[in-house]
């Protein structure tokens, strides 16, 4: 990302003096859905993410620009001050967020800019809540720790942004580490750090261009599913249910939840042993839970979408070791585990048949897992 025209405009608009911040956006090797399920996530930062520059203005004003937008939004901080742009909700809502806590921030005038494909499943929202959540804690000395900090993002999408989301995503941009993937128990919130470097195999993402908007989306059902599914069980989450006990229930539960219920359930095997698998080196076993993962996706849990399915069919019948739509679903990216000799054929495939069925090529990135929320 250019961070020279982040800090020319700011400069353009509000004079010298600001500071850099950072967060990434993330990948997901398995583990989808089960966050708010108090299960496990296996996340990661990518290389790309949003930079703000910021600088305190003494007052008790935002004044803030994004750049890839053009647009400008200006807000206080009291509830009734939310801004009508959805972009600039993210900010506010992270300020709320903060003063609800106790902390003390003072207004500020900020220029960001993104890299983070929107809309593809790599969570450019969390980059966004995290850069800000960030870079206040530092800039008005809140002393708010980390995960702390990952759930002001996540708070804000609640509160602000209407989505019901997990903590993974705010969690991995908080966290992130270069090379290193992230296992995360989301009830007890203890976490370990992967070092990821699959020999002779790379992992990338093909990024279908179809959009989702968990606005407003069938996301929340899901969320509502397994609330009420849990509930039935008598816990308070899906973690640790079997499918016997799924089955014991089954007269008493819609078939519509039962069949999320059964996903989750399994979701949380498939990252046990993917966990296991990647300790021997095993990254066959990991790209075959990938598959299962998608089609659980796709079948039971239905967040998935035509033309993903289309690319996981794709990737399956080039031979590729894992493929699997990632992230909320309902359009985005499907990350692919491949094997190195398979790269090439695989994306000039994926490229060609998916343009010749939708009309547009799929967008390639390989995955560079980077370093959580700094100051540049
Ligand atoms: C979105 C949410 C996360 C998580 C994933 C699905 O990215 O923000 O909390 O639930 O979907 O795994």
Not at 65 to 70: E, K, N, R, S, Y
Not at 151 to 161: D, P, S
Not at 202 to 220: A, C, D, I, Q, T
Not at 331 to 356: H, M, P, Q, W
Request: proline share 2%; with cysteine.
């Amino acid at each position: 990302m250019n961070t020279q025209l982040i800090v020319d405009k700011f400069e353009e608009l509000y004079g010298s003096g600001a500071e850099l911040f950072a967060s990434p956006g993330r990948i997901n090797l398995i583990g989808e859905h089960t966050d708010y399920n108090g299960g496990f996530v296996f996340p990661g930062a990518v290389d790309k993410g949003v930079v703000a520059a910021i600088r305190l203005n003494g007052t008790q004003k935002v004044r803030a620009f994004a750049l890839d937008l053009g647009e400008s939004s200006e807000f206080g901080f009291d509830e009734a001050d939310k801004p009508a742009e959805a972009w600039a909700c993210y900010l506010f809502g992270v300020c709320r967020e903060i003063l609800k806590r106790g902390g003390t921030i003072g207004g500020f005038d900020t220029v960001f800019s993104g890299d983070v494909p929107l809309g593809a499943g790599m969570s450019s929202s969390a980059a966004l809540e995290s850069t800000y959540a960030f870079a206040l804690n530092e800039l008005c000395g809140c002393g708010i720790d980390k995960f702390e900090l990952a759930r002001i993002g996540q708070a804000t999408e609640h509160n602000y942004c209407g989505v019901k989301c997990g903590i993974m995503d705010q969690f991995a941009s908080v966290f992130g580490k270069k090379g290193c993937l992230m296992r995360l128990d989301c009830r007890s919130m203890e976490f370990e750090y992967f070092p990821f470097d699959p020999k002779g195999y790379r992992l990338m993402l093909v990024n279908s261009r179809v959009k989702h908007e968990l606005v407003g989306s069938p996301y929340n059902d899901r969320r509502a599913s397994c609330e009420r599914v849990a509930k039935v069980l008598g816990q308070e989450f899906l973690r640790g249910a079997t499918m016997e006990q799924l089955d014991a229930i089954r007269d008493g539960i819609t078939d519509e939840d039962y069949r999320r219920a059964r996903y989750v359930v399994g979701e949380e095997r498939r990252v046990l042993d993917v966990c296991d698998a990647l300790r021997r080196g095993d990254y066959e076993t990991v790209g075959r839970r990938m598959y299962e993962t998608h089609w659980g996706m796709s079948q039971e849990y239905e967040v998935s979408c035509e033309e993903l399915d289309f690319l996981v069919r794709v990737a399956e019948e080039c031979g590729v070791s894992g493929s699997r739509i990632m992230g909320g679903g309902f359009g985005g990216c499907t990350i692919n585990l491949v094997k190195e000799e398979l790269y090439d054929r695989f994306v000039s495939e994926a490229k060609k048949r998916f343009a010749e069925k939708y009309g547009h090529e799929p967008q390639i990135y390989d995955v560079v897992i980077s370093d959580g929320a700094r100051r540049l």
